[in-house]
């Protein structure tokens, strides 16, 4: 999840940018999340679904813990510790029965540059649906080094990787009825975000398997850590793209602990002065494919050597690929052919969404006194949540939104982001 740039701010007047084996590891734990509130998708505790020792919090902690080591030397594009990493990838998942996908090879140059994706793919067992595929997936590179040191960025992106591994080894014990697709992509960092070198990108222009008979692309970044300390939800966007995609996360069961928000992507991406992709699914989108974006947000630590297994919120991992899996078999076990709904809304879910988390950064031990934010940060985080609420009930008296009122929600949400993200000035933060 890379942008040059998150806000470009108006104050004052002037325009201020903020810089803004196939048998797992011992899995005894059971996986138990560290509280939380409510879910707003799906079905909260009770009937978990599905579950396999691939997606407990063992098997997903040895993962990610290889992943975001030493030995890969950060993952940079085109170094010996790419190769590394991506030979890792590709052992984890022969070991597991994951078949791969190009040509007889689980590697696809990207020929507009030096990256190397990796695909394998999960037979569907339905003759009448297997051509259909369903696309999960993250980034494996990261920066390399930081100012001198080795960035191994466990969070960005090690833990979407292993909980893609996770839930990709699970379904290849009991595969659906659907194809279901495991990549991880390469070249995601800057210089060649949003660029023909991007992985997501070139296949998304130089697909495996057809974009047509792609039911949804999966995309997840920044799912390790929390947001800010303490805080325990984990985010999907992009439902509001397509109603059989939104049915199907409705319908399926959220684990106990682990508190789903649902946004529309454009509570992130339409910012005060310009629009702004944050990840691999805008290729997929561009192209009329429903997505899901999954993320836990960007926090202090984001692009920083900081960046480290021991900052992970592993329970929460764990849980999260529980959840995922269900999600993938759910989606490769429907009749149903999702459409994409190019503008998409559900604002009742961005309004229910909004609320929970900026009442959970208002609260005690919250955003505000977890990072020790002062009065104007606050002031201005209560002042969305009474927006939030303002808007909730245009929505109740059956009212349509003005364009103001959707940039009020915006501002709820992208002030949270801003002021937890770990390169943006407080002050800018609190004044937009």
């Known amino acids: 999840m890379k942008r040059a740039i998150f806000l470009t701010l108006a104050l004052t007047g002037s325009i201020v940018a903020a810089a803004c084996s196939s048998t797992p590891a011992s899995s005894d734990d059971d996986d138990q999340g560290q509280g939380g509130t409510s879910s707003s998708t799906g079905t909260a505790g009770g009937n978990t679904g599905i579950d396999s020792p691939f997606v407990s919090e063992t098997e997903v902690t040895r993962l990610v813990q290889t992943l975001a080591s030493d030995e890969f030397d950060g993952r940079d594009e085109g170094t010996p510790g790419s190769t590394a990493a991506r030979q890792y990838i590709v052992e984890e998942m022969q070991r597991c029965g994951i078949q791969p996908a190009v040509n007889g090879s689980f590697e696809q140059p990207i020929t507009t540059g030096d990256g190397i994706n990796i695909v394998g793919v999960i037979p569907g067992t339905d003759p009448a649906q297997s051509d259909r595929h369903v696309l999960v997936s993250a980034h494996y590179d990261h920066l390399g080094h930081c100012g001198g040191d080795i960035c191994n960025g466990a969070d960005d992106n090690a833990a979407g990787v292993a909980l893609i591994l996770g839930v990709g080894c699970a379904l290849a014990e009991n595969p659906p009825a659907k194809t279901v697709v495991i990549a991880s992509w390469d070249a995601e960092e ?29 995309v997840l970044d920044l799912v390790g850590s929390d947001l800010w300390p303490g805080f325990q939800d984990h985010f999907y966007l992009g439902a509001e793209l397509s109603p059989q995609v939104a049915a199907v996360l409705d319908a399926t069961p959220v684990p106990a602990g682990l508190p789903v928000q649902r946004f529309g992507l454009h509570m992130v991406e339409e910012q005060p002065l310009g629009f702004q992709p944050w990840s691999d699914y805008n290729g997929f989108r561009n192209r009329q494919r429903p997505v899901l974006f999954l993320s836990n947000g960007q926090n202090k630590r984001y692009h920083t050597p900081a960046d480290e297994l021991g900052t992970l919120n592993l329970p929460k991992m764990a849980l999260e690929a529980r959840y995922l899996l269900n999600v993938v078999n759910n989606l490769a076990s429907s009749a149903e052919v999702p459409a994409f709904v190019g503008e998409g809304a559900d604002h009742g879910r961005d309004v229910e969404a909004n609320r929970a988390v900026l009442e959970a950064a208002l609260a005690a031990g919250g955003l505000a006194d977890a990072l020790g934010l002062g009065q104007a940060s606050r002031d201005a985080l209560q002042g969305d949540l009474d927006a939030t609420n303002a808007v909730a009930a245009k929505l109740t008296n059956g009212e349509s939104l003005t364009s103001g009122d959707l940039t009020s929600l915006r501002n709820g949400a992208q002030r949270i982001m801003c002021l937890a993200g770990s390169t943006y000035m407080e002050s800018l933060c609190a004044a937009f």
């Open 190 to 218: 800057p210089p060649t975000f949003l660029t023909q070198e991007m992985g997501s990108e070139f296949y998304a222009a130089n697909p495996v398997f057809p974009l047509e008979q792609m039911d949804v692309a999966i």
